[in-house]
Each structure stands twice: as C-alpha cells, then as structure tokens.
C-alpha cells in the first residue's frame, strides 16, 4: 500500500489545478466536489436517492455506500458484490436493487441495521465467462415496474484472460464478439423476475436512463461497427448495428452471420437518435439523464445530460420527434469535470449528481474516481443554444435569452456543414463527405429568441452549427457554440 | 565539448578505452564524437501498447544524434492511440491538455497540439494497426519526453528518447551470485560464485537469485563519466551492501537491516572511466537492493531495476482477510466459474460456491483471498481472476450435486441467492423446491459442514451426490449407494453432510 501511494503522488500533484481552471461552464452553474473518506474507492457503477433522500452509490468495487448529503456521513450498505454497475432504489418503498455482472439481485436490509443481510438473485438468465469486458449496466425501470438492463459484448482480443472462449460470435472480424448467451441485448425483468430480451446489437451500452413519458434510452461506445457513440432509443425487438448480438436472436438460428452483407446489417439496424462526433464531444458515453427537475436545473427542462468516461465532460441533447423518430442536437455543457463520468442523477433538489470513474482506461482529470455535483443557482440564464429544431428547409435555433439582433441575422455568424458516418465491422469512421454550406434566409424572431435558416438538408448526416462570435443581448458570448444535430429524418 | 561526447561509447568503446592510453580521454572522445556523428547509423524502434494497460512496451531508448530513426508502432490495445515526441523539458501533462482542449480539431489533428514542444508525431493508430514514421534523431543531447495525447492516456502512456546516452552511464555490468550464511559482506574475492553472467540491461537487479535467502551478489563494470562533477550515489538495501568506486569504498551499509532511507556517499570525478562495484548479501526475509547517482547535469539516474515501479513487478495484491465475520465476495476466482461465490470463514475455512450449479465446488485453508486481480489495485480494468490464499481442498465436486425422485434425474437448479450475516445460508431450488443450504466449517476446522432444509417436505426421494474417493463424508440420514447417498422425502427436510480430506492436501 505505500508502494503505491509513493509512486503515484507526485503525479497527482503535478496534474492537479491545470484541469479546473480551464473548466467551460455555462454562466449560473457551479461544481461541487464531493470529499470521500480516504478508505474508500469509489469507482462510481450506479446512483440513487432513497426515501430520506440519501445518496446510493454502487461502484466497481462492489460496494454499495449511503451517502448522507446533508451530514455527509458514508455507511456501507452492501460489499461483496461483482461490479455493480447500477443501482435502483424505489423511493416509496426503499427496496433497493442492484446490477452485477453475474445477476441483478435484490439487496435486503431484514432487521433495520441500514445494511444488506439477503442478496436474492433476481435473475441471472444471460451468459457469461471470464471475459473482463462482459459487463452488465442497469438500472431503469418503466411505470409498469419492468426492470431494464444492458449486456455488454465480450472483448474478442487474443490473450485476454487467458480464456480460450474469445473467438466467438465475431462478425466481418469484429472486435467484439459474443462469448455468451445475450451478450449485447438490452433485457427486461418482469415484476415478477421473468427475463425478456428487449433489443440487441449494442457493443458497449455503458448507461440507460428513460424520461418522463417512460421511453428507454441508451448510449453506446465508438468502436467496431460504431462509427462514433451514440444515444440510442431502446425499442422491443430493435437491432442497433452490432451484429454479434444476432447469434442469440431466433430470428438468425442456425444462419452464418459472417455470411450476411453489411449492407443487409445496414438496412436492418435503426440509426441512433444522436451521434456524438468522436474525440470532438466524447469518446465513451455514459448514462443518460432526463432533465426533469421542473426548471430547478435551469431552462432545459426535458433535455438529457450525458457524461463521457474518457473526456469528463458533460453533454446536453434536446430530441425531438421527426417522422416517427427520435433525432436532435448535442451540445458540450461543461467541460472538463475531474473525472471520466459514468453516471448522473438529478437529486431531490434538482442538482446533478455525477458518478465518475477513470481507472483502466484514464480519463480527463487527475483523479481515478469521484463525486461531483452541477448546481444551478437558481436565477442566472445561461446563454447558449437551448435547442435545435429541424424545419423543412433548414433548422431553426433557440437560445436560452436575446440575442444581438445585427449578429442573429448575420449570415457570417453561421458556419454550417454536415458528413457521414461509414457502417463496417472496423473500428471506428472517418468522417464521409464533410461538406460545409453557407446559410440562406435568414428569420429571427420578434424577440431575438429564435433564429431559423435554409441549408441544403440530407438524410443520415450529422449537422455541424457553429455560432461566430454571438453574444446575447446582454453582450454574453455564447459558452458553448457549437451544436451537433444528427439527421436521420427530414420533415415530411 | 557536450556535443563532442556524443554517443559513441555504443559504437566503439574498445577504441575510447585503447586511445585512452596514449592520449587522455577528452581527446579521444573530441575525435571520436565527430566521426559519431556523421556515421550515426539508421537504427529502427519498434514500440507497441500493451492491451488494456494503458502503457507503451517500451518506456525509454536511446538513440545517437543525427541519426535516422524509423519508428515502428504497433496498436496492440482495443482503443485509439499515437505518439509523440517532444523537447527536452516538455511537460507531457500541459501537451495533453492541449490536445483534449483541441476539441472539434482534435481527430482532424491527430490529438497534435499546434506548440513547439512537438517534434514528431504519428497519426492516430486504431486498434491492431501499425503504422511508422522515419525522423531525424535530434543533435542536441538530451532526453526527449514521448507520449500519448488522447483523452487520459497522459498518465500512463508516455516514456524517455536518450539521445547520446546519459552523462553518467554503466557499461560491461557483470554479476556473480554467491550462496552461503553471512551476517555481514563476505570477502567474495574468496568465494567462488555459482553463476556470473554479463548484464546486458546494464542495470543492477539481484532478481536472478535462485533463493529468497542466504544469497550475496557481486556487481562490476565501468561507471563511464562524461563530464567532471561530483557525483551523489545513494544505497538502501535489505540486507547489508558496500558501492565502491576506483576500488575505494564510497557507501558502508554493511549489516542485516530492512532498506530503510538510502545511505548517500559523495565523490568529485573527473571525465572518464571509473571501476565500480556494488557488493550485496541477503540472510532472510525481505530482498532489496537499489541504488542511483545524481550529478553531471543528470537530477537522478537509477543504476538498479526499481522493484517498486517496474511493470512486472507492481504490487497488485489485494488481500482480504477475515477477522471475526464471514466475507462474501463475487468475484472471478482461479479455479472457479465465471459465477462465482468466495466464502471466507472465521478460523481459517474457506470455500467457493457455484451458484450455476447450486453446489460448493472447492475448500480451501488458511488466508482467504487477493481480489487485486479483481479491483486492478485503483488502476487497471481489473476482471482478472482473483487468488485464493491457501491450501484447495476438494469437496467431491462433480457436476449436479440434487436429483429429485431418482439417481438420474436432471434436476433445474435455479440459484436464488445468500444471507450475508451470520453464518452465510444459501437459497437454491430443485426441481421448483425451495432448499437452504448453511455452510460452515467442520469442528476441527479441517472441512465444511452442510445444512440442507427442504422448505416443504419433498414427496419423493432426494439424491445427493458427492465424489468421496479421498474424503470423509459424514451424513446425518440416508443410504449411500456407491457416491449417491439416497434420501427418503422425511430424511430430506432436514439433513446435514460433512465433508472433510482424509489426508493433508
């Protein structure tokens, strides 16, 4: 143990500060730092709030800790645990569950203690082996009391582990591949512990949240057959594009997925909500958070926060419905926060509660774990985008407040262009036919409020707006100016 | 005069040490540099990452001014990775920085920051790709920082180009390995050594010991000294050691003692070639041996391999130990199923469940576990298989343990999961039968003692199965029938087995 201390010390000191201080955050926002008693490690797999309000923290560790926020004391609630990388605590009830590699198990505190005494399995129905990237995230669950889960691939790399069950379920040489039953299916579990498969071709689907009116959301990870993360709408019987997942899907029995076009894959998979620009904005996302503190958090009510594991950074997407689907506009929120964040809940106060881990793979900042929160200070309007919407012809803007209005219907304060992603079994994608338009018919609105455009439009391409220099009424330059709207859908 | 002592001593060293004689070494060295210099020879680095440790294989190299350097670099690792090279004094951290903060830029550029500290780069090389690049080897002496600048790498990913060697280098290093009870430095010139070997690695490392005690070392070559300074070694070992220089001895830390802060000795040297010898026994216990030198413009060289920081050699273990409680843990065990249950007992039994199979599928005495493979020690990704810290004994594991109605059956067992407090209970059921089975450790401490309770009363027989061959099992119902002991529906409610090794394992 002070082997380790030593070696990593002088590290920490020499990274620390250079990362806060160029923190971008909108105006009206703060981040709190949490202090963790030095006997924990907190690598942050799950969060939420229980009845009295406390904070539950599972981690990769596979712990589970109560964190009191208000006297800020830290008390065990469960150990032992197989990473737990989600956490659901009904807040009525206070019956509180846990994903873990192996299961999702129910964690029972008999005799009032305030610590776990049963762990009952509530299901353990998917496939596993001693490949470390088998990991199993969780937990949301519908107004019906269906519990949501995600399974991650299994790391097809030679060596890992020492296993021989790697090379299994690779589709037009994959890196990852599917060593188990369901790996990259999305799961439901009934009330009454029953496990449905849901959707599949997810790689690495590291977080689920769902908003107000119950739909499912998902994020997955850049890699092979991912041209860059993505937001994802979890739909039954949905394929999202990784075909590994297949071999599981009846549907695919006894039929050669090598033998399958990827043009075929491409028809069959429904193309992500959002696309978020790899390394530009994120390189692994995590768990998607509905904004809905009733304005609590500011002006973006209904939106969706999500944290990148390797950027630290928080993203901010509006979706909207476009012929039936899903598609809209990320924006960076704030940029970078200390670690890579996995995880966000809004509190009971409508703070933002962020879960972070960097260990294994770094990420932005100096600390291999933490906890954070975002708080809004209740007044101040931030001055960004609030959200993009598609029209007919073009998109239209709407800022968070007034904007000059000489700059708004400038045309030299727009820098627009647009490309595609390539869908294939390598790695990753360069960027398609990146195209940059100039910006026609220019409208703002009475209020300078809102501002649309005419641009050239086209489907399955992620839009790139930047604002040059546009500061709001109040001369407030806009903190975060670039926005990226995924195009999968004109208005018909 | 400093680029004049360029890296020739790779070259040529014989030559140096031959025209030493006759002319003095500053000579020698001014002609020879300028002859380095312009023959400085192509030479090829291969450079790899190594997958899922967020590491380059090779931390540092070195290469002669001038020359013609190709770089071959290899993406082992399932993420995106590049490499860059920078000035001398470059801070790699502030470099990083740079390249996350290029932001929409930062794919189109590589993650290459647009600042002078950046001398040569690659591109981004996605998983199993390799990719090289060809450059010119600085003139200027110095050591030139290389890393990695996508997200978060910078930490870990980054290593040392030499080019010209360090000032203060060890050349011809030799070790011989003694064997024999000392409490303090034998006079090895009387001893004859069991092995010595020349070391290429140019590093002290008392790793080829062939035992853990009673051993001492002897390490010679020449200290090379390429510019006149007073030099500050320092030596800590466990046990006792003695540095010597041009046969005078520079640090005495003779005698049996843990490493403890490092003893420090000083001495002026002119340019040169200088003996050195480092002298080392160990009685028992700990090993340790390191030693380092500051000075001639070098903040502090290392002349030993660092047990401490080494990649092979970092302390990953995580060791669980049980004190007056049960320890439940979930975890990869070698041995063991992808699902599996460690039990750690107060008194030194432990054992592992198999909640795929409802059955204990190994003992084992003694410490309980090292999740270090598990928990990556605060660092790595873990998922690695965590270590038992004792004794295995079997249980007769062998496959299905519960048939209902008879011997054959293929009874569902379906896992439902564990009572932590207390003496850990375990919920399964067979054939639909809800069944508990309490585990804990045989009264002489030596096996496990199974409490099984059918929540209802079965209504047919219950077999039970255990391979016995080498074990005593004790059963408190039942007919046995060869490895299956029979159970009618009353004897099955409750029934309590003890499974012990009839010899030591």
């Known amino acids: 143990m002070k082997r380790f201390t030593l070696s990593l010390a002088p590290l920490f000191l020499s990274a620390a500060a250079l990362v806060a201080a160029d923190m971008r955050i909108p105006q009206g926002y703060r981040v709190e730092t949490i202090d963790i008693p030095k006997n924990i490690t907190l690598g942050v797999g799950g969060l939420a709030f229980n009845r009295a309000g406390e904070l539950m923290i599972s981690t990769r560790e596979g712990e589970v800790w109560r964190y009191d926020t208000v006297k800020k004391t830290w008390n065990l609630f469960a150990e032992g645990l197989h990473e737990a990388l989600g956490i659901y605590v009904d807040r009525k009830t206070d019956e509180t569950w846990v994903m873990q590699r192996p299961e999702m198990t129910k964690l029972i505190d008999t005799d009032g203690d305030g610590k776990a005494d049963i762990y009952k399995t509530v299901t353990a129905a998917w496939g596993l082996t001693d490949n470390y990237h088998e990991y199993a995230f969780g937990l949301v669950r519908d107004d019906a009391g269906n519990f949501y889960g995600t399974l991650n691939t299994t790391l097809s790399w030679v060596g890992w582990a020492g296993s021989d069950r790697w090379d299994i379920g690779r589709v037009h040489d994959s890196k990852m591949g599917r060593a188990a039953k369901y790996r990259g299916w999305s799961f439901m579990v009934t009330p009454q512990g029953e496990f449905v498969p849901f959707s599949n071709g997810m790689r690495s689907p590291c977080g689920l949240g769902r908003n107000k009116a119950g739909e499912i959301f998902y994020t997955d990870n850049q890699g092979d057959w991912n041209a860059s993360s993505t937001l994802q709408q979890v739909v039954k019987g949905r394929f999202h594009g990784h075909p590994s997942s297949l071999m599981d899907d009846p549907k695919f029995a006894g039929k050669d997925l090598n033998q399958i076009s990827v043009e075929e894959y491409d028809k069959m998979r429904t193309r992500p909500a959002i696309w978020f620009p790899h390394g530009e904005l994120a390189s692994s996302p995590g768990q998607p958070e509905f904004d809905e503190t009733g304005g609590k958090f500011g002006p973006f009510e209904g939106q969706v926060i999500i944290g990148d594991q390797t950027r630290s950074n928080l993203m901010r997407a509006a979706l909207e419905k476009v012929d039936g689907e899903y598609q809209g506009v990320v924006f960076d929120f704030i940029d970078p926060l200390q670690c890579g964040v996995v995880r966000n809940i809004f509190g009971p106060d409508g703070s933002l509660w962020t879960g972070e881990t960097g260990r294994g793979w770094r990420s932005v900042g100096e600390v291999l774990f933490g906890l954070q929160r975002v708080v809004w200070d209740g007044q101040t309007v931030p001055t960004e985008m609030h959200h993009v919407s598609l029209t007919a012809d073009g998109f239209e803007i709407t800022f968070t407040q007034p904007m000059k209005r000489e700059q708004l219907v400038d045309a030299a304060t727009y820098a627009v262009k647009s490309w595609g992603y390539l869908y294939q079994g390598e790695y990753g994608s360069p960027k398609l036919d990146e195209t940059s338009f100039p910006v026609t018919n220019i409208k703002a609105s009475v209020d300078n409020t809102k501002v649309s455009f005419t641009v050239p439009l086209k489907e399955a391409k992620v839009y790139q707006i930047t604002l040059r220099n546009l500061k709001s009424h109040a001369d407030q330059p806009v903190t975060n100016p670039t926005g990226y709207y995924t195009l999968n859908h004109l208005r018909k | ?505």
């Not at chain 2, 750690?344 to 059955?359: I, K, M, Q, R, S």
């Not at chain 2, 219950?462 to 009353?490: E, N, R, T, Y």
């Not at chain 2, 004897?491 to 499974?499: D, S």
Request: hydrophobic share 40%; proline share 6%; charged share 20%.
């Open chain 2, 1 to 505: 005069m400093r680029l004049n002592i360029a890296g020739q001593y790779r070259i040529n060293r014989g030559v140096i040490l031959n025209h030493c004689r006759f002319w003095g070494l500053s000579l020698a060295l001014a002609m020879l540099a300028a002859h380095a210099v312009q023959a400085a020879a192509p030479v090829t680095i291969h450079i790899s990452t190594i997958h899922g440790k967020m590491k380059y294989d090779v931390e540092s190299f070195e290469v002669d001014p001038g020359a013609e350097v190709t770089l071959i670099f290899k993406n082992e690792d399932e993420m995106q990775h590049n490499w860059l090279l920078l000035k001398p004094g470059s801070k790699t951290l502030v470099v990083a920085q740079k390249a996350w903060a290029l932001g929409i830029e930062a794919v189109k550029k590589d993650y290459v920051p647009d600042m002078p500290e950046v001398l040569f780069h690659t591109k981004v090389v996605n998983p199993r790709e390799t990719t090289s690049i060809t450059f010119t080897a600085p003139m200027e002496l110095g050591q030139y920082p290389y890393v990695c600048t996508l997200p978060g790498h910078v930490y870990s990913m980054k290593g040392m180009m030499r080019v010209g060697g360090s000032p203060i280098a060890l050349r011809d290093l030799q070790y011989s390995y003694y064997e024999g009870e000392w409490t303090s430095l034998p006079d090895f010139s009387k001893l004859t050594p069991k092995k010595s070997a020349a070391i290429p690695s140019q590093k002290i490392d008392i790793a080829v010991a062939e035992r853990a005690d009673h051993f001492g070392m002897t390490f010679k070559g020449s200290l090379v000294v390429k510019k006149a300074d007073e030099l500050t070694f320092k030596l800590s070992s466990d046990d006792g050691s003695r540095l010597l220089v041009d046969g005078k001895a520079v640090i005495e830390n003779d005698g049996i003692h843990p490493a403890g802060d490092p003893k420090t000795g000083k001495v002026a040297f002119e340019a040169g070639i200088h003996a050195f010898e480092l002298q080392y026994f160990e009685a028992t216990g700990e090993q340790a041996l390191i030693v380092g030198v500051s000075g001639a413009g070098v903040p502090n060289l290392p002349l030993s391999v660092s047990r401490d920081t080494g990649p092979k050699t970092v302390d990953t273990s995580f060791h669980l130990h049980v004190m007056d409680k049960p320890l439940v843990i979930r975890a990869f065990v070698d041995g063991g199923p992808a699902r599996s249950i460690s039990v750690g007992l107060p008194g030194g039994v432990n054992y592992l469940f198999d909640p795929e199979n409802c059955a204990v599928r190994f003992g084992w005495t003694g410490m309980f576990l090292d999740v270090g493979p598990d928990r990556g020690r605060g660092v790595d990704r873990g998922g690695g298989w965590c270590k038992i810290l004792g004794p295995k004994f079997s249980v007769g594991y062998d496959g299905p343990v519960f048939a209902m109605g008879s011997a054959t059956t293929k009874s569902v067992m379906r896992f439902g999961g564990y009572k932590k407090t207390g003496t850990p209970e375990f919920y399964f059921s067979v054939d639909g039968r809800d069944v508990t089975q309490k585990i804990s450790a045989t009264t002489d401490g030596q096996g496990l003692q199974y409490d099984f309770r059918f929540q209802e009363q079965p209504k047919e027989s219950v077999f039970f199965h255990i391979k016995k061959d080498g074990l005593k099992v004790v059963c408190s119902a039942g007919q046995w029938q060869g490895d299956v002991l029979q159970l009618k529906p009353s004897e099955a409610a409750a029934f309590q087995v003890t499974v012990s090794p009839t010899a030591q394992p």
